[in-house]
């Protein structure tokens, strides 16, 4: 069965800086994997994708995530963060049925 | 943008009370999901749904939880006797076709339970 690890429970970042969230997934087979945020009050919005092709995946939002097959890792980047940032991000992990699997999260903190 | 709405965004309840959440998903989706999250834990997949029946269901889905979808447009959950642990964010999603992997999800904003 896959399972996702996001090592970070929660990060504080500057606005300006830039923000990496880790992402590691266990799946036997290539993988399917996504990054959603959620606002408070917000439901699950998909930030990016990776299916398959180029490993580097751009999403919404300015963020891109890099998928590295030997380090079964799949993190997400966004080079500037802004306040608007502040959120929860969660990696996901599908395969050939019909759920996804999701990670604990990581609560991004935006300090001015 | 088309969008999964979720009714009630928050219901609390007394324990063994009968709860049902609703969603309306996206209109040409033809597959329906529940996941839900417990407050500080992963979001966990309950049940999927195609054709007027289930495709998939976790263990947590146990003979409490029943799918339904009564109309054309609604999906509903409904826990018969509510336990203190059935407390959480419920999550609704649909998609355009079969989880195969290559398929995304769009979720609602959730319906908090409270149970207690």
């Known amino acids: 069965a896959q399972s996702v690890t996001q090592p970070d429970i929660h990060i504080t970042v500057s606005e300006g800086a830039s923000l990496e969230l880790r992402c590691n997934y266990s799946?036997?087979?290539?993988?399917?994997l996504f990054w959603y945020v959620q606002s408070p009050g917000q439901g699950l919005q998909l930030l990016l994708k990776?299916?398959?092709?180029?490993?580097l995946v751009q999403g919404i939002k300015g963020f891109e995530a890099e998928f590295k097959r030997s380090q079964s890792s799949f993190n997400l980047r966004k080079p500037s963060v802004h306040w608007s940032d502040a959120a929860e991000y969660f990696c996901?992990?599908?395969?050939?049925?019909?759920?996804?699997?999701f990670g604990a999260g990581t609560t991004v903190t935006v300090r001015a | 943008e088309p969008e999964v709405t979720q009714t009630p965004s928050h219901q609390v309840t007394q324990m063994g009370q009968e709860v049902i959440l609703r969603c309306v998903p996206i209109?040409?989706?033809?597959?329906f999901y529940w996941y839900r999250q417990i407050l500080g834990q992963k979001v966990e997949f309950l049940v999927s749904?195609?054709?007027?029946?289930?495709?998939?269901k976790s263990e947590i889905f146990d003979d409490q939880f029943s799918v339904e979808r009564p109309d054309g447009s609604n999906f509903t959950l409904k826990i018969r006797s509510t336990k203190l642990e059935d407390s959480a964010m419920y999550f609704c999603?649909?998609?355009?076709?079969?989880?195969?992997?290559?398929?995304?999800?769009?979720f609602g904003a959730g319906s908090r339970l409270t149970v207690l």
């Open positions: 999603a649909s998609s355009e076709e079969g989880f195969a992997g290559a398929n995304v999800l769009t």
């Open positions: 799946y036997g087979a290539t993988p399917y």
């Open positions: 990776y299916f398959s092709g180029d490993t």
């Open positions: 996901a992990v599908g395969a050939t049925d019909y759920k996804l699997s």
């Open positions: 209109s040409n989706h033809l597959y």
């Open positions: 749904f195609y054709n007027n029946e289930i495709s998939e």
